[in-house]
Nanobody
């Protein structure tokens, strides 16, 4: 069984910063892509950023230049540094990982962490 546990969400004023963390645990052979998604009220879940196990990154246009995704492979952990936050960044942020276990591949999700940006 694989678990993703997120932390770091909270309430911040517009222009502020937050850092999200997500640690994967369990019987893991390797992890390919790790990413962050978000879902605002009454909106569909959307990709925020993704990082490959080689360190290549991709970002949604709405967060480019403000958010930075990174990972620590030895810790099976992915981070999202969010700067210059805007009220429209308010959402539940979910961690995602493409995990290889000894029983096969797994698309793992965290439980979500709420980020609220006040104007």
């Amino acid at each position: 069984q694989v678990q993703l546990v997120e932390s770091g969400g909270g309430l911040v004023q517009a222009g502020g910063s937050l850092r999200l963390s997500c640690a994967a645990s369990g019987v893991i052979f390797s992890i390919n892509d790790m990413g962050w998604y978000r879902q605002a009220p009454e909106k569909q879940r959307e990709l925020v950023a993704v990082v490959t196990n080689g360190g290549s990154t991709n970002y949604a246009d709405s967060v480019k230049g403000r958010f930075t995704i990174s990972r620590a492979n030895a810790k099976n952990t992915v981070y999202l540094q969010m700067n210059s936050l805007k009220p429209e960044d308010t959402a539940v942020y979910y961690c995602n990982a493409a995990v290889r276990t000894f029983n096969g591949n797994l698309d793992a999700w965290g439980q979500g962490t709420l980020v609220t940006v006040s104007s």
